[in-house]
């Protein structure tokens, strides 16, 4: 028996070294010519459409992109291929913390991209800090950004906060105001989930200070699809500005709702998916005029560029708020890769200091986050374009009143 | 006021009920308690978009091919997949968890191929999308279709089940399957058309939902959500019970919205939910 034992353990021992020999040969080997970058995305269960929008075209088209240049500069001027490793998080973030801790131990990959959505960024945020990955998060949108990345230093912040959309869409309704086009009568509605909750939070003081009365202010529960009693009331409450912080399905919904009860307001906002390449379909090519959260420098050469690209390599369009931001992100990357290597905590040092040539043109992050952003755009001649800040270069005029559907 | 909230609420109720139908004819006669139900409905909505942009045929046109489609499509899954399950649990009443442990595969199936095949984006037509005065009420004429489809199949369907000799087969298999042999009724081929005529109504719902609303290829769950409630509210099987209950839905939905707090839809859907679950189990209009 003991006997037996010994030898026993004694060819487990050596096939286990064996093997992890191999395994640790192997794991040199890719690591010497490429660049191991993984991610973890939803491509099914309900945030696979968002990602599969902003986040996965993105990640592909940039590897693609690269990887056909001769792959990644290095800072002693080799280049490496980008080699994917790619899990499907199922939107479910018990999946999501896995296939991170999956990607960080097993994979042991160079880098790792976040997923799609703020929930999903935070709930790895405290992963990817213990195992000392950079997280390059886009697509999160949070007014406790500076609180994060003074609990995970590595961790950046791209898209701003609720607070931000809320002011700005306030300022630029105030300057409609004081030049007499629109009353001081807003109808608000707002979806009953973290991103709508968050932007009327911010929203209600400002609308206040700036003087405008909120006659109509609802929320409505996620995955309402009926608004036509919602768009009733608001159309009777004779404001002149129709507000809805909204996710796509809600957004879609309330416009084509306008549409066939022949609302009119001077002001038509609506939140998340009116930025989408979709949209001008969707408002039966009535789009102009309508404004929505985010937007582009749309006479910017490198975003009209970027765009024929995207829908060339992708077969679509991107959409007109987080996609070019998540494919700057990316640049950013690879040039700050190009500068450091693929060390995470230079990287995240060099991503936060360095200066960056993007598609967005020039950025310089603060504090780990990207503050110098659209907070409104408007659809104008079939282009989406920023109009606030109404400062910020190739900013547009918004277009107010919009005209009638 | 109160007109718009009648109004309002029951065209939206017609659109709940239609897309109720065909899961209370499923249960009822084939007694399987299909959870891949909404993937049914959102794949005939993704097949009418397809039809409409690709192939140019219109909307209420394709609605007559889809209608035929989802009928072979549920007979061809009852005799593939539900056959051999029925058959092992012969009278112990198995049948129950395993349907819903296998349909609960099918979903994942389909939701996986709807997204290879037509993308995670959202999806949408514009067709008929204007309003028409009903009552001094704006009302989406997309929306009036879908409420005129839902009157014109429900009321064949419950005339059909209490006046015909089909209908009483369709009947006895619901009630008492194990004595239905005995006056020759074949259970296995009424249960088999149950649950095709089921699917055809699933996708007549989604084909009607793809002409008014957007949708992705992962909302499925949403609609068997609704469709559930549904079908508990109104008694399970019970064509009638099922109208009634989505009308019912529709309107309280819309009265809450306008009266109360938009805010609060959801919460008095399932508030009255809870309700008939705990004093009426068997559903508002069911025997028992």
């Known amino acids: ?405 | 006021m109160l007109l718009t909230t009648l109004v309002l609420g029951l065209v939206l109720g017609g659109t709940y009920a239609l897309l109720a139908l065909g899961l209370t004819l499923q249960y009822g006669i084939a007694r399987i308690m299909n959870l891949a139900y909404g993937e049914i409905t959102l794949l005939a909505a993704f097949i009418l978009v397809f039809l409409f942009q690709g192939l140019g045929i219109p909307p209420l046109a394709a609605l007559v091919l889809i209608a035929p489609a989802g009928y072979g499509l549920g007979w061809l899954l009852y005799t593939v997949m539900m056959q051999p399950l029925v058959a092992r649990s012969g009278s112990s009443g198995r049948l129950d968890v395993d349907s819903i442990l296998a349909t609960f595969g099918l979903l994942f199936l389909i939701q996986g191929v709807l997204l290879v095949t037509f993308g995670a984006n959202f999806t949408s037509i514009s067709y008929l999308d204007r309003g028409i005065n009903i009552l001094g009420v704006s009302v989406a004429l997309n929306r009036l279709i879908a409420f005129a489809i839902c009157v014109v199949v429900g009321t064949v369907l419950v005339l059909v089940l209490a006046r015909t000799r089909w209908g009483l087969n369709l009947r006895a298999v619901a009630q008492t399957p194990a004595s239905a042999p005995l006056v020759g009724i074949d259970v296995n081929r009424v249960a088999r058309q149950g649950f095709a005529l089921g699917t055809a109504l699933a996708a007549v719902g989604g084909a009607s939902i793809a002409m008014y609303q957007t949708f992705s290829a992962t909302d499925g769950v949403v609609f068997t959500m609704k469709a559930l409630v549904i079908v508990i509210m109104g008694g399970v099987g019970n064509v009638g019970g099922a109208l009634l209950a989505g009308l019912a839905l529709g309107l309280v939905e819309t009265f809450v919205a306008t009266a109360i707090d938009p805010g609060l839809t959801l919460a008095a859907t399932f508030a009255i939910f809870l309700g008939v679950l705990l004093w009426r189990p068997q559903g508002l209009f069911g025997k028992g």
Do not use: C
Not at chain 1, 329 to 352: F, P, R, W
């Open chain 1, 1 to 405: 028996m003991t006997d037996y034992n010994r030898r026993a353990t004694l060819r487990a021992f050596s096939l286990g070294l064996a093997a992890a020999l191999s395994v640790s040969a192997s794991v040199a080997e890719a690591a010497d010519d490429t660049v191991t970058i993984g991610y973890a995305v939803a491509r099914t269960g309900p945030n696979a459409t968002g990602a599969g929008i902003t986040t996965i075209p993105n990640y592909e088209l940039w590897v693609k992109t690269v990887n056909e240049a001769g792959g990644l500069a290095m800072p002693d001027g080799t280049k490496r291929m980008i080699e994917v490793v790619e899990y499907d998080d199922r939107s479910s973030n018990e999946d999501l913390v896995r296939a991170i801790e999956r990607l960080a131990s097993q994979d042991k990959v160079d880098i790792i991209l976040p997923p799609w959505g703020t929930g999903s960024n935070l709930a790895i945020a405290p992963l990817m800090d213990r195992f000392g990955y950079l997280q390059l998060g886009v697509t999160n949108v949070t007014d406790k950004a500076p609180e994060f990345v003074e609990r995970w230093p590595r961790s950046f912040w791209m898209l701003g906060g609720g607070h931000d959309y809320a002011s700005g869409l306030v300022e630029m309704l105030s300057a409609a105001h004081d030049a007499g086009i629109i009353n001081n009568e807003v109808a608000v509605v707002s979806v009953a989930d973290g991103f709508g909750i968050d932007l009327i939070n911010g929203a209600r003081p400002a609308f206040e200070e700036a003087g405008f009365e909120l006659v109509y202010d609802e929320s409505y529960p996620l995955g309402t699809s009926d608004f036509a009693a919602i768009m009733n009331e608001a159309q009777n409450s004779g404001a002149d500005s129709f507000v809805a912080f909204s996710y796509p399905p809600g957004s879609f919904g309330m416009t084509k709702t306008a549409q066939s009860m022949g609302f009119n307001p001077k002001v038509f906002f609506i939140g998340v998916g009116g930025a989408f390449p979709i949209f001008p379909g969707i408002a039966d090519g009535k789009a102009d005029g309508v404004l929505a959260i985010g937007g582009v420098n749309a006479d910017s050469g490198a975003i009209q560029e970027y765009f024929a690209r995207h829908t060339e390599v992708v077969g679509n369009p991107p959409d007109s708020w987080a996609s070019a931001i998540t494919y700057a992100s990316l640049e950013m990357l690879e040039q700050a890769i190009a500068k450091v290597g693929v060390d995470n905590d230079a990287l995240a040092e060099e991503l936060n200091s360095g200066i960056f040539d993007t598609i967005i043109g020039e950025v310089k992050l603060e504090d780990n986050q990207l503050r110098d952003l659209w907070w409104v755009g408007q659809w104008q001649d079939g282009a989406f374009k920023g109009v606030n800040p109404a400062d910020k270069e190739g900013a547009a005029d918004p277009d107010i009143p919009k005209p009638e559907w």
